[in-house]
Protein backbone atom coordinates (compact mmCIF):
# COMPACT_ATOMS: atom_id res chain seq x y z
CA UNK A 1 0.00 0.00 0.00
CA UNK A 2 2.84 2.29 0.70
CA UNK A 3 4.36 1.68 -2.89
CA UNK A 4 0.94 2.97 -4.23
CA UNK A 5 1.32 6.07 -2.26
CA UNK A 6 4.62 6.81 -3.21
CA UNK A 7 4.01 6.23 -7.22
CA UNK A 8 0.45 8.41 -6.78
CA UNK A 9 2.43 10.97 -5.38
CA UNK A 10 5.37 11.21 -7.58
CA UNK A 11 2.67 11.10 -10.14
CA UNK A 12 0.77 14.49 -9.07
CA UNK A 13 4.24 16.11 -8.52
CA UNK A 14 5.06 15.40 -12.04
CA UNK A 15 1.91 16.83 -13.39
CA UNK A 16 2.09 19.75 -10.82
CA UNK A 17 5.44 20.89 -12.42
CA UNK A 18 3.98 20.34 -15.92
CA UNK A 19 0.80 22.91 -15.24
CA UNK A 20 3.62 25.14 -13.50
CA UNK A 21 5.68 25.28 -16.68
CA UNK A 22 2.54 25.55 -18.85
CA UNK A 23 1.31 28.51 -17.29
CA UNK A 24 5.31 30.07 -17.24
CA UNK A 25 5.32 29.43 -20.96
CA UNK A 26 1.83 30.99 -21.80
CA UNK A 27 3.00 33.70 -19.55
CA UNK A 28 6.58 34.62 -21.99
CA UNK A 29 4.46 34.52 -25.10
CA UNK A 30 1.50 36.90 -23.45
CA UNK A 31 4.38 39.38 -22.70
CA UNK A 32 6.46 39.04 -25.59
CA UNK A 33 2.85 39.58 -27.90
CA UNK A 34 2.53 42.82 -25.09
CA UNK A 35 6.32 43.92 -25.73
CA UNK A 36 6.34 43.59 -29.38
CA UNK A 37 6.78 46.65 -31.02
CA UNK A 38 3.32 48.13 -32.62
CA UNK A 39 3.22 49.46 -36.35
CA UNK A 40 1.00 52.47 -36.86
CA UNK A 41 -1.78 51.95 -39.19
CA UNK A 42 -0.68 54.60 -41.38
CA UNK A 43 2.65 52.84 -41.67
CA UNK A 44 2.70 50.40 -45.11
CA UNK A 45 4.69 47.05 -44.90
CA UNK A 46 7.31 48.79 -46.89
CA UNK A 47 8.50 52.06 -46.58
CA UNK A 48 8.16 55.01 -48.82
CA UNK A 49 10.75 57.37 -50.10
CA UNK A 50 9.50 60.76 -49.89
CA UNK A 51 10.78 62.84 -52.35
CA UNK A 52 10.26 66.63 -52.36
CA UNK A 53 10.57 68.10 -55.64
CA UNK A 54 11.36 71.73 -55.73
CA UNK A 55 10.77 73.48 -59.05
CA UNK A 56 12.03 77.14 -59.68
CA UNK A 57 9.95 79.07 -61.45
CA UNK A 58 11.19 79.94 -65.49
CA UNK A 59 12.89 83.35 -65.29
CA UNK A 60 12.30 86.00 -66.56
CA UNK A 61 13.90 88.54 -65.38
CA UNK A 62 16.96 89.14 -62.77
CA UNK A 63 16.27 88.05 -59.50
CA UNK A 64 17.48 87.47 -55.82
CA UNK A 65 15.28 84.30 -54.74
CA UNK A 66 16.96 83.41 -50.97
CA UNK A 67 18.89 85.25 -48.50
CA UNK A 68 20.14 83.50 -45.84
CA UNK A 69 23.31 83.91 -42.66
CA UNK A 70 25.36 81.75 -41.11
CA UNK A 71 27.09 81.76 -38.26
CA UNK A 72 31.04 80.99 -37.46
CA UNK A 73 30.57 78.08 -34.77
CA UNK A 74 32.35 79.44 -31.19
CA UNK A 75 32.88 83.34 -32.80
CA UNK A 76 30.73 86.25 -33.42
CA UNK A 77 31.49 85.81 -37.41
CA UNK A 78 28.76 85.31 -39.98
CA UNK A 79 29.23 83.99 -43.55
CA UNK A 80 25.79 85.74 -45.94
CA UNK A 81 24.50 84.44 -48.75
CA UNK A 82 21.88 85.33 -51.92
CA UNK A 83 20.96 83.06 -54.57
CA UNK A 84 18.87 84.18 -57.31
CA UNK A 85 18.97 83.71 -61.41
CA UNK A 86 19.50 85.98 -64.59
CA UNK A 87 18.34 85.98 -68.26
CA UNK A 88 21.23 88.22 -69.49
CA UNK A 89 23.99 86.98 -71.21
CA UNK A 90 26.24 88.23 -68.60
CA UNK A 91 29.29 85.78 -66.97
CA UNK A 92 29.02 87.53 -63.24
CA UNK A 93 27.05 88.68 -61.10
CA UNK A 94 27.84 91.57 -58.77
CA UNK A 95 26.18 90.82 -55.16
CA UNK A 96 26.22 93.68 -52.41
CA UNK A 97 25.04 92.59 -48.50
CA UNK A 98 24.02 95.68 -46.57
CA UNK A 99 23.15 95.45 -42.73
CA UNK A 100 21.27 98.35 -41.11
CA UNK A 101 20.41 99.72 -37.62
CA UNK A 102 17.41 101.50 -38.05
CA UNK A 103 18.38 103.63 -41.23
CA UNK A 104 21.91 103.44 -40.36
CA UNK A 105 24.02 101.62 -42.60
CA UNK A 106 26.62 99.07 -40.54
CA UNK A 107 27.83 96.70 -42.58
CA UNK A 108 28.34 96.90 -46.67
CA UNK A 109 30.42 93.78 -48.33
CA UNK A 110 30.25 93.90 -52.21
CA UNK A 111 31.78 90.72 -54.50
CA UNK A 112 31.33 88.91 -57.55
CA UNK A 113 30.55 85.82 -58.58
CA UNK A 114 30.53 83.94 -62.00
CA UNK A 115 26.74 82.56 -62.91
CA UNK A 116 25.88 78.97 -63.52
CA UNK A 117 23.96 77.80 -66.88
CA UNK A 118 20.52 76.53 -65.72
CA UNK A 119 18.98 76.17 -69.12
CA UNK A 120 15.83 74.16 -67.62
CA UNK A 121 14.98 77.91 -66.03
CA UNK A 122 15.89 79.66 -69.25
CA UNK A 123 19.04 81.62 -67.87
CA UNK A 124 21.39 81.14 -65.80
CA UNK A 125 21.41 81.04 -61.89
CA UNK A 126 24.11 82.19 -59.22
CA UNK A 127 25.14 81.96 -55.67
CA UNK A 128 27.01 84.39 -53.47
CA UNK A 129 29.03 83.99 -49.94
CA UNK A 130 30.68 86.20 -48.46
CA UNK A 131 33.81 85.59 -46.09
CA UNK A 132 32.90 85.43 -42.31
CA UNK A 133 32.14 88.54 -41.78
CA UNK A 134 33.06 90.78 -38.43
CA UNK A 135 31.68 93.67 -36.68
CA UNK A 136 27.69 92.57 -36.58
CA UNK A 137 25.60 93.59 -33.96
CA UNK A 138 24.29 90.99 -32.25
CA UNK A 139 21.08 90.61 -30.03
CA UNK A 140 19.16 93.86 -31.87
CA UNK A 141 17.06 93.84 -34.72
CA UNK A 142 18.65 94.62 -37.46
CA UNK A 143 17.51 94.70 -41.73
CA UNK A 144 19.44 92.33 -44.03
CA UNK A 145 19.61 93.56 -47.68
CA UNK A 146 21.06 91.67 -50.68
CA UNK A 147 20.96 93.44 -53.70
CA UNK A 148 22.13 91.59 -57.11
CA UNK A 149 23.14 93.19 -60.15
CA UNK A 150 23.86 91.99 -63.65
CA UNK A 151 26.71 93.39 -66.42
CA UNK A 152 23.66 95.59 -68.30
CA UNK A 153 23.19 97.15 -64.99
CA UNK A 154 19.65 95.83 -64.06
CA UNK A 155 19.31 95.36 -60.10
CA UNK A 156 16.93 92.85 -57.51
CA UNK A 157 17.33 92.67 -54.43
CA UNK A 158 15.95 90.52 -51.24
CA UNK A 159 15.83 91.96 -47.98
CA UNK A 160 14.52 91.01 -44.27
CA UNK A 161 14.42 91.69 -40.39
CA UNK A 162 16.81 89.65 -38.89
CA UNK A 163 19.06 89.21 -35.31
CA UNK A 164 22.10 88.03 -35.26
CA UNK A 165 22.44 85.62 -32.08
Known amino acids: ME ?65 WFNPVVGLPKYYLSAE ?27 MKVPVTQAPERGGTTFKCTTKALERIPQNIPLKFVSTVKNGEGTTASCSGGVTFR
Open 84 to 110: GGDVSEGKEIECTFTILKDKETVLTEV
Open 3 to 67: NETDVSQTQEDGSLIYVVGAIIVVAVIVAAVLMWPKTKSSETASPTVENKVVVKPTLTKLVCENE
